[in-house]
Nanobody
């Protein structure tokens, strides 16, 4: 198993925005569905969004209308655009390729 590299986390106020990035190798990126998960303190890791090979997307109900997942095939990078952030979005966000490859996570903290 290899690690993907997430970036873009940080501290924002409620209502603010962040864009997370996930860089992967070309072979992994092109062959796998990309997904974002998050894990808040005291909670299990949960699926936030995924984008398939044919750019079909799905979102958790809690983020629909606020988050957008995308992928740039030229850069072998997946993104998670997060708008209208809420304190409840505070978590470590992880990138996943297929079901086998994971990044190290990036912290997102939303203050009220």
């Amino acid at each position: 198993q290899v690690r993907l590299v997430e970036s873009g986390g940080g501290l924002v106020q409620a209502g603010g925005s962040l864009r997370l990035s996930c860089a992967a190798s070309g072979s992994i990126f092109s062959a796998n569905t990309m997904a974002w998960y998050r894990q808040a303190p005291g909670k299990q890791r949960e699926l936030v969004a995924f984008i398939g090979l044919r750019t079909i997307t799905n979102y958790a109900d809690s983020v629909k209308g606020r988050f957008t997942i995308s992928r740039d095939n030229n850069k072998n990078t997946a993104y998670l655009q997060m708008n209208s952030l809420k304190p409840e979005d505070t978590a470590v966000y992880y990138c996943c390729a297929g079901g086998d490859y994971w990044g190290q996570g990036t912290q997102v903290t939303v203050s009220s």
